[in-house]
Nanobody, 114 residues
């Protein structure tokens, strides 16, 4: 498995979770990396991305609440999720942007519920 996402779980509305993704060097070093979310019954969508030079972009629904970061030395990508909402629920995956099919891992489940 090339990309392993972890850190999901049950989060309270208004609470926080931090996701981590361990990447192999072949995909990490020169690529923009992204976090993708797949809600039940929906397609997998890009939530946030970060370039090798640390420029970030976010989908409108998470702007101001989520923070994507990366540690180039450790080949890790993170997603700090704050002010959680029920609509943040889904399986979160990391991959390059654009995503490479062979690098999809198992994802990590995030459930936001009281």
């Amino acid at each position: 498995v090339q990309l392993q996402a972890s850190g999901g779980g049950l989060g309270q509305p208004g609470g926080s979770l931090r996701l981590s993704c361990a990447a192999s060097e072949s995909i990490f070093t020169f690529n923009t990396m992204g976090w993708f979310r797949q809600a039940p019954g929906e397609q997998r969508d890009l939530v946030a991305s970060i370039t090798p030079s640390l420029s970030t972009k976010y989908t409108d629904s998470v702007k101001g609440r989520f923070i994507i970061s990366r540690d180039n030395a450790k080949k890790m990508v993170y997603l700090q999720m704050n002010s959680l909402k029920p609509e943040d629920t889904g399986v979160y995956y990391c991959n390059s942007k654009p995503p490479l099919p062979r690098y999809w891992g198992q994802g990590t489940q995030v459930t936001v519920s009281s």
